[in-house]
């Protein structure tokens, strides 16, 4: 009897990326952002079933131009492979177990919501800005079939058993047109996944091994500050005058205080530690153009291209709370280190004002400065 399998040459993956690279996606790496957070979502999923596990994420630049990413998560059920497949344009009741007669698999009704399932399938469609053939081995923690799925770029695929000693997880990997480099992947992953709650390595080395900023040791204020300086110095090229502290609800940051004149923001933004942009806009108040940010939500809904928040009630309130953080640091600053706000004021002074113009206590407190 025939291995089963599942046919079809109804997508045109190459199409449906192109789409996405003219409308959406300018940067062809986000495949990697989007199949490192698809892992970690699939790490989380399994530790609600597993307390403990220890998840990680691998990395491998394999000759020639081939690249493997490997998660010890969740894995993949048939129901949601189909799901997946949904997801990137299909429908799923076109695809067929071909034993003696079709079968269709069952949906579980639970993976409606495993969000990292339709982002997989966002990630796997990625793949195709830069890959012409994408192979995922998969086993479900609640299913011990294991899969394999391989698409082409014209458009067909097929789903078929995998090794039954294939461990839990997933595993992607992707033929690239033009090659890929050792240097290239790492510098991408880093970019993206620098802060990652889960490990991800490439070879023995892992990516991730710097924490944020809002997360180093501190025994005291002045210590904390020069941690986030050195931070800044390290991971931004920046020498900061300033480090503030960010705060709002499901957010938190570093402000760093330019050591030039204003400029448009540029903030590096991330939602669950995955980066969505080095330059956001529309994060913080107007008169804020003189800090650079680096700040992670939890819950901000990302917008279309996941380079940036959508504009709504939530971003307004947390865009107040994080202003509240720069103007209460600098009535400090005026208080408590006068001469530090001082070189502030000198260097950005127009902003200063733009803040003190509907603030009394700023405009008195930094009208004594003069």
Request: net charge negative; hydrophobic share 40%.
């Amino acid at each position: 009897m025939p291995s089963p399998t599942i046919t079809s040459a109804a997508m045109d993956f190459r199409g449906l990326a192109g789409l996405l690279s003219r409308h959406l996606y300018h940067d062809p790496d986000v495949y990697l952002r989007d199949l490192l957070q698809s892992a970690v979502d699939a790490i989380a999923a399994r530790r609600r079933l597993e307390p403990g596990l220890s998840g990680v994420v691998s990395i491998e630049v394999v000759e020639p131009g081939e690249l493997v990413i490997t998660d010890n998560g969740i894995g993949l059920t048939g129901a949601e492979l189909v799901e997946l497949l949904a997801n990137v344009g299909g429908d799923s009741g076109q695809y067929e177990m071909v034993r003696r007669r079709p079968v269709r698999f069952e949906r579980d009704e639970s993976s409606r919501h495993r969000d990292h399932v339709g982002q997989f399938g966002v990630g796997l469609l990625a793949c195709f800005l830069v890959a012409d053939e994408v192979t995922v081995l998969t086993r479900s923690a609640k299913d011990p079939e294991a899969l394999r799925w391989h698409g082409l770029g014209d458009g067909t695929y097929e789903i078929s058993p995998a090794e039954s000693s294939l461990p839990i997880g997933t595993r992607v990997h992707l033929r690239a047109r033009a090659g890929v480099s050792f240097g290239h992947v790492s510098r991408s992953a880093r970019r993206y996944g620098g802060l990652l709650p889960v490990p991800v390595r490439m070879g023995s080395t892992q990516v991730n091994d710097e924490p944020p900023p809002w997360e180093l040791p501190a025994l005291t204020m002045d210590r904390q500050r020069e941690n986030a300086l050195g931070y800044a110095r390290r991971v931004l090229d920046l020498d900061p005058l300033d480090a503030i502290p960010l705060h709002a609800d499901g957010v938190r940051g570093v402000a760093f205080v330019l050591p030039h004149e204003s400029s448009p923001h540029r903030d590096r933004v991330c939602l669950r530690r995955m980066l969505l942009s080095e330059s956001a806009e529309r994060l913080l108040p107007d008169w804020a153009v003189f800090v650079r940010c680096v700040i992670d939500a939890d819950d901000l809904l990302p917008n279309v291209a996941r380079d940036g928040f959508v504009e709504d009630e939530r971003l307004a309130a947390v865009r107040e709370q994080l202003g509240r953080c720069i103007r209460d640091h600098l009535v400090d600053l005026a208080r408590m280190w006068p001469s530090r706000l001082a070189g502030i004021a000198a260097l950005h002074r127009p902003a200063l004002a733009a803040l003190a113009a509907n603030d009394g206590e700023c405009r008195r407190l930094f009208d004594e400065m003069e």
